[in-house]
C-alpha cells in the first residue's frame, strides 16, 4: 500500500540510523567503524548529518554507493597520520554507483547535506546541476583551505572532529534562502511520502508548473524531480531486500507505488547493476557486523 516510508524523519536526538544507498552495507559495516553525527544545531536546516569512517584492513574492500541526491563534503586521509595530512573534496550529486577500494588504514570525515541544502553554502551562488557526476578539490569550490583538512582529520578524539567540522561549515556564513527551502521540502517530501511517484502530482501539489519544478531541483538539488522519485524508491527496495533475503517482490513493487514488478526492476537495476532477486542472494551471503 502505497503512503508514508518507513523513513519519516520526525525530529529526535540523533541522525537517521538506515543504510540506504549502502551497497551490501552489512559488508561494509563488518570491516570499518561508522558513525553518524549531527552537525550544530545552526546547520541542521542544511545539513542532514557528517559521516565518520575508519578502517584498519587486512585485505582490501570495494565499498560501493548508490548516491543519495545531495551534494556531500568529504575529507579523506589515506595511510598513517604522519605520512598523509589528508585531502579534501566537493562531490556533487553522482548519477552512477560510486565506489571506492579501501585498503590498509585510513579515515574520512563527511558532510552530508540535505538535498537542497548545500547551494546557501557558495559564494556566489550557482546551480547545483553544474556540479552533478562532478568531484572538485575543495579550493576550487571554497577558496584557500589547505589547513582544512588536516584541522578535521588529525584529532583522535571523534568529538573534536565533529566540532572542526561545524567550524568549516559556519566559516562559510550560509544564508537563508527561501527557494532553498521550498526545495528541501520537496525533496523530503520525495523520499518519505511513497505516494509521490509523477512528477505532475508534485508540481501541482506545491502550487507550481512542472517546469518551475523542474528548474528548482536544477538549481537546488542537482538532479530531476523524476531522478529523485526514482532514487528514493530504490533505496528503499535495495534495503529491503539486504533485511528480508525472501522478499515478494511483486508485493514490493506495490508497496513502493509501482504499477508492476517490472519496473520496480528495471529501475532498479539500471541504478544498481544487479537485478533485486540477485542482490538480495549477495546481500544474504555478505558478512554481518556481528557475524
Not at 525530529?11 to 559495516?29: F, M, Q, S
Not at 582490501?60 to 585531502?87: I, K, M, W
Not at 588536516?150 to 565533529?162: C, F, K, S
Not at 520525495?190 to 502550487?207: F, N
Request: with cysteine; glycine share 8%.
Amino acid at each position: 500500500m502505497a503512503g508514508r516510508s518507513d523513513d519519516d524523519e520526525v525530529p529526535g536526538p540523533g541522525p537517521r540510523r538506515d543504510t540506504r544507498g549502502i551497497v551490501l552495507a552489512p559488508g561494509l559495516l563488518a570491516r570499518v567503524r561508522f558513525r553518524r553525527r549531527l552537525p550544530a544545531e545552526p546547520l541542521r536546516r542544511w545539513v542532514e548529518h557528517y559521516w565518520l569512517i575508519d578502517w584498519d584492513l587486512e585485505e582490501p574492500y570495494v565499498s560501493q554507493v548508490v548516491p543519495h541526491p545531495c551534494v556531500n563534503v568529504v575529507f579523506e586521509r589515506r595511510g598513517p597520520a604522519d605520512l598523509a595530512p589528508g585531502t579534501g573534496l566537493v562531490a556533487g550529486v553522482g548519477t552512477g554507483v560510486f565506489s571506492t577500494k579501501l585498503e590498509e588504514v585510513g579515515r574520512v570525515c563527511g558532510v552530508q547535506f540535505r538535498p537542497g541544502g548545500f547551494r546557501p553554502f557558495l559564494t556566489p551562488p550557482r546551480p547545483l546541476s553544474a556540479l552533478t557526476g562532478r568531484q572538485l578539490p575543495l579550493e576550487e569550490v571554497f577558496g584557500s583551505t589547505e589547513d582544512v583538512p588536516p584541522r578535521i582529520l588529525t584529532p583522535d578524539r571523534e568529538d573534536e572532529r565533529v566540532t572542526a567540522l561545524d567550524t568549516f561549515l559556519l566559516s562559510l556564513s550560509p544564508a537563508r534562502d527561501p527557494a532553498a527551502e521550498r526545495a528541501m521540502a520537496l525533496a523530503h517530501r520525495v523520499r518519505t511520502d511513497r505516494s509521490v511517484l509523477r512528477v505532475e502530482r508534485l508540481a501541482a501539489d506545491a502550487g507550481m508548473s512542472v517546469r518551475t519544478l523542474q528548474r528548482l531541483f536544477a538549481t537546488y538539488v542537482g538532479v530531476t524531480p523524476k531522478w529523485t522519485i526514482l532514487r528514493y524508491r530504490v533505496h528503499e527496495a535495495m534495503e529491503h531486500a539486504t533485511t528480508h533475503p525472501e522478499t515478494d517482490w511483486a508485493r514490493l513493487a506495490a508497496d513502493l507505488g509501482y504499477s508492476d514488478q517490472a519496473h520496480l526492476v528495471r529501475d532498479f537495476t539500471a541504478a544498481v547493476g544487479v537485478t533485486p532477486s540477485a542482490y538480495a542472494r549477495a546481500a544474504a551471503q555478505a558478512p554481518s557486523a556481528t557475524g
